[in-house]
């Protein structure tokens, strides 16, 4: 791949910038010249009033803003192959889209002072033209770390199978204007400028068919049309909204592909899972409340999956002392199915060691976890009894 250094002022960066808040679209640069986001790029993510007005600050200050490279598409088209946060920024900010704190005054460009202005407009940008077949240009990209904040494994997957698919599912899944963001938001973590909500509908729709994201996105690379993706993705949605009314916190970022995928094709009443649920939530004794969703899908019958709260140590040693002294009085075991049995353990003392606290009410039947409820058994016989 070659490479030719050039330097450009701010002037000529931001001369006919454009930007769309719709992310991916409109960013243009030097005339029109310069595509700031290309396909294979993550989305700007700059915009939290912290890294974007550093960004001016260093101008301000005369500080370097490190090298830039850019893609040479033509003799007068490129790309940004790195910095577009930085160029964004200043394009944003000398375009009124947000303001610094200046003098005290939280101020936008137009109203700091004229050398002000003049330093940001005339700061030099160094920045490295690069010439090369795609798959250098991507692997390029692949390596990039950009500004202190790594590329995700999901903005490289962009990158290296960038082409119509990406660029519509991003459109659909990257744009944080979609009026749908809050309502997918209750059930994936993430944000859609890091490509989080792309990732999980990816993940989702490949696992179904038996594929890794990357096979998935290799063998629909060319597609002009994301009507599987969508699908799949809505489908996994609306069955979780339907099953589930109660939107929780805990219900982000849960396995709902594969939940989906196991429990789909059977039935539920809505209204009988919203009393369970509100039910297991208000539970003391229940820790795992991420678990909650799960066991109802699967019959209520996995408690594993709830962490219910076991006994703690002084309870476990306050009813062992009190088994055990009633035991060695009676001149029978201080495990209760020990004792009714006709082997050599019905007189058998067990050591703490090898008791294990149990509900003497199962706790999926109502019974609660403190110490009227608890009782001392050998590790046997509580292994064998189960949930009975």
């Not at 006919?16 to 029109?32: A, D, I, M, T």
């Not at 009026?179 to 059930?187: E, F, L, P, R, V």
């Not at 629909?220 to 929780?248: C, K």
């Amino acid at each position: 791949m070659k490479t030719t250094l050039r330097t450009y002022t701010v002037r000529d960066i931001v001369e006919g910038f454009v930007y769309n808040e719709l992310e991916g679209k409109g960013l243009f640069g030097l005339s029109g010249k310069l595509t700031i986001q290309p396909e294979y790029q993550r989305n700007y993510i700059y915009a939290d009033g912290k890294k974007d007005v550093a960004v001016i600050d260093s101008l301000l200050k005369g500080y370097p803003l490190g090298l830039i490279y850019f893609n040479d598409v033509s003799e007068d088209s490129f790309e940004v192959l790195d910095g577009q946060q930085r160029i964004t920024s200043i394009g944003r900010f000398t375009t009124g889209k947000f303001a610094i704190i200046d003098n005290g005054r939280e101020q936008s460009f137009g109203s700091i002072s004229d050398d002000k202005q003049d330093i940001i407009m005339n700061s030099e940008l160094l920045v490295y033209h690069c010439e090369g077949e795609e798959s250098e240009i991507k692997e390029w990209f692949k390596t990039i770390n950009i500004a202190g904040v790594p590329i995700n494994e999901q903005e490289e997957n962009n990158a290296v199978y960038s082409g119509s698919f990406v660029t519509l599912a991003k459109a659909e899944y990257s744009n944080s204007n979609n009026a749908n963001i809050q309502k997918w938001g209750a059930y994936i973590k993430g944000t859609p400028q890091r490509q989080e909500i792309l990732e999980r509908a990816l993940s989702w729709v490949a696992a179904s068919k038996g594929q890794s994201i990357v096979g998935y996105m290799s063998a629909h690379r060319r597609d002009n049309n994301i009507n599987e993706l969508r699908t799949y993705f809505t489908s996994v949605i609306d069955w979780v909204s339907g099953v589930f009314r109660d939107v929780l916190p805990e219900m982000r970022g849960l396995e709902w592909g594969r939940l989906y995928e196991e429990y789909y094709k059977q039935s539920y009443d809505p209204n009988k899972v919203s009393s369970v649920v509100q039910r297991l939530y208000a539970d003391p004794y229940v820790n795992g409340k991420r678990g909650i969703f799960e066991f109802i899908l699967g019959g209520e019958k996995d408690t594993k999956l709830l962490e219910v709260r076991i006994f703690d140590t002084a309870t476990k040693a306050a009813v062992y002392a009190k088994q055990t002294d009633e035991a060695k009085t009676k001149g029978i075991s201080n495990c209760s199915y020990c004792a009714i049995g006709h082997d050599s353990n019905k007189g058998k003392i067990w050591a703490l060691n090898d008791m294990d606290a149990d509900h003497v009410a199962a706790w999926s039947k109502g019974g609660g976890s403190d110490i009227k409820n608890c009782e001392m058994l050998c590790k046997p016989h509580n292994r064998a009894k189960g949930n009975k």
